[in-house]
């Protein structure tokens, strides 16, 4: 099992404790790895709306470098694999528009894509290449007794033309995960819906009331934490939480705090396999996450 | 097959005031969809359920209610498919609406929101002649944004208008960009100016929920992003959610990649009350290692990028 690994923006920038711990989990696990250690940025569907040929092209280069080495390719962020994995099925199934955007591509780059690529983020790799009983083995330190709340975000579930892994409308592959660590999987409104980070830095308000509204409905069903396959989500809910807070308790009361640790998917799996969570880059976080690992300990 | 539906009731007038799940058993096959389940109920079972719907074939949008959780038109939907699905079939009224009774709801922030637009072509002189092929030639250019039902669907699933009920919202925004695209129109730029403002086109989050639910995939959010094109074509390129797209590509453009010190950087350069908000969480996330040092050389594969711009601007 080799992937052609993309860690994105992200995962090597604000986030580096995404990647830290992703090369944990699949060194642990036996995943092997080629990192595109000189990858480009998806462009998160930013650049798209600026100029979409370029949108397509940046990404074009991503395939046609994992095709050269044959590989498929992981994504680790809920984003990437939304815009990465769009485009990629748009460009095998519009051979018009793959011809156009190769003619660019092979100019600028000489590297041409021919549409043989598979993207797939770790989440799934997880559940279905890999597989829940071939993981089972690895968890060594079963998160007994935690409650964890999934958060999928959006860009991993729709629109469902560009991921169709997950039914978008009731999607199990977190839950999955979860419940082979050896945790509960928590139900609560909001699983499914956005973060607010895309609007952070223009219309502040917006995101942090959803912020709020997100983190709030884990806590009441009584999550000690929040698990993301997105990076951006994890950015949103975890640095603007404090914020959110404050939102939270203009309409629960001051005595209703949030305090809740947002954990990267590959850091609860790496938490499950008994790494220390100064090897999956816990200090990165801005909300505490000493009162999940105690009680995980 | 025997099936049980469970239906959101409430009648303000009637004694239980607040809204309350009642289920109903019955018989239903492959043909059955919700909205002949519920008109079933409401022949045999109990004829004060309240509902709305006409035309039984995805035309009219008035029989848009939330079901298992999600917009859907009552006349569109399998019953059987539904609980294959989910395993259950819950049925509820439209989400963020007030609720009248049952299943209907005041559609009137919907109404409001699309008359906020001005729905309708705006010309000096109705009478001039208008040739008849600029009208054959929009068709490609409306993208699918004139197939709009006004069922409602995506307005109650907008994550921006659960945060912001003042958010024109989807279906509004989509229309105004079916007038946009009309050549017959005279106040285009006054119109896209407007939307420019809070509440208007920079105020969508990008949750993808309204392509997603859309009966008649008309697909607002990509119109909405059309309008952010438009906008900056024209120069209107001064609010902080235009200079997240121009900056964002900037970046990218430079470094091959996304610097996330820079780009807020950039995006607010100048505008010293942001900036002075910013600084706390900057110092915090600086703390923890989350700021990228803007100063460090471009990481590797930048210049395989900066051909790819150049390659796109010739
Ligand atoms: S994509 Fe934008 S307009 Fe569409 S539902 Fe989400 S926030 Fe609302
Ligand atoms: S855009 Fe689609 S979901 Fe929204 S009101 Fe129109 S038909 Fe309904
Ligand atoms: S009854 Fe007309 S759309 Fe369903």
Redesign the pocket.
């Known amino acids: 099992m080799k992937y052609a690994y993309y860690p994105g923006c992200a995962g090597k920038g604000a986030t580096p404790e995404l990647h830290q711990s992703t090369m944990k989990v699949v060194n642990g696990l036996g995943i092997e790895v080629h990192e595109l250690d000189a990858f480009n940025c998806c462009g998160a569907g930013v650049i798209s709306e600026a100029d979409p040929d370029l949108a397509y092209t940046l990404n074009a280069r991503t395939l046609a470098t994992a095709e050269a080495l044959h590989l498929d390719i992981m994504t680790v962020c809920g984003t990437c694999q939304g815009v990465l994995g769009g485009i990629n099925k748009k460009l095998q199934k519009d051979k018009s528009l793959r011809k156009r955007i190769n003619l660019g591509l092979q100019k600028s780059t000489g590297l041409t894509y021919n549409g043989t690529v598979k993207v797939k983020h770790i989440q799934w790799i997880l559940v279905k290449d890999f597989g829940l009983e071939a993981l089972k083995p690895f968890i060594s330190n079963p998160l007994t007794d935690v409650s964890i709340a999934p958060f999928y975000g959006c860009y991993i579930l729709r629109p469902e033309s560009a991921t169709g892994f997950d039914d978008w409308e009731n999607p199990q592959s977190l839950e999955k995960l979860i419940k082979t660590m050896g945790a509960y999987p928590v139900e609560y409104d909001g699983r499914t819906k956005?973060c607010g980070f895309p609007v952070f830095l223009e219309k502040e308000k917006i995101a942090t009331e959803l912020v709020a509204n997100r983190v709030g409905s884990a806590k009441k069903a009584g999550a000690d934490a929040m698990v993301t396959p997105c990076p951006l989500c994890h950015m949103g809910l975890d640095i603007y939480q404090k914020d959110a807070e404050k939102i939270h308790q203009k309409k629960e009361g001051l005595s209703h705090t949030l305090d809740m640790p947002v954990l990267h998917l590959p850091q609860l799996l790496g938490l499950a396999m008994g790494y220390s969570p100064e090897s999956l880059g816990m200090k990165h976080h801005l909300m505490p996450t000493a009162p999940l690992i105690q009680k995980i300990h | 097959m025997r099936i049980t539906i469970k239906i959101q009731r409430f009648n303000p007038e009637s004694e239980i005031k607040k809204a309350h799940w009642v289920d109903y058993t019955l018989d239903a096959g492959r043909e059955t969809t919700v909205l002949l389940a519920l008109i079933k109920i409401k022949e045999e079972i109990d004829g004060t359920l309240t509902f709305r719907a006409s035309c039984r074939a995805s035309i009219c949008g008035s029989d848009l209610m939330m079901i298992n959780g999600i917009q859907k038109l009552a006349c569109r939907t399998s019953v059987l498919e539904e609980i294959s699905r989910h395993g259950k079939l819950q049925v509820g009224p439209m989400d963020k609406m007030p609720v009248i009774k049952d299943l209907v709801v005041d559609m009137d922030p919907f109404w409001q929101k699309l008359k906020a637009v001005k729905p309708y072509v705006e010309r000096q002189n109705d009478d001039a002649p208008v040739q008849s092929e600029t009208l054959t030639n929009i068709q490609e250019d409306l993208e699918n944004a004139d197939a709009c039902i006004m069922c409602g669907a995506?307005?109650s699933?907008?994550?921006?208008?659960e945060a912001s009920s003042d958010?024109l919202?989807?279906a509004a925004?989509a229309k105004a960009y079916r007038i946009q695209v009309d050549p017959r129109d005279e106040m285009r730029i006054d119109r896209l100016t407007a939307l420019q403002e809070d509440n208007g086109i920079w105020?969508?989050?990008?949750?993808?929920?309204?392509?997603q639910v859309c009966p008649k995939d008309v697909a607002?959010?990509e119109q909405?992003v059309r309008l952010r094109r438009l906008s900056i074509a024209a120069n209107m390129t001064e609010s902080i959610g235009a200079l997240h797209i121009t900056k964002f590509t900037e970046v990218v453009g430079e470094e091959g990649r996304l610097n996330e010190t820079k780009l807020p950087l950039l995006m607010t350069w100048g505008n010293f009350k942001k900036m002075f908000q910013m600084i706390p969480l900057g110092i915090k996330m600086l703390i923890h290692g989350k700021s990228p040092n803007p100063f460090a050389d471009p990481p590797a594969g930048h210049k395989a990028v900066r051909a790819i711009f150049k390659g796109r601007k010739k």
Do not use: K, T
């Open positions: 956005c | 995506c307005l699933a907008c994550n921006s208008f958010f919202g989807p925004l105020d969508c989050v990008r949750c993808v929920y309204c392509v607002p959010m909405i």
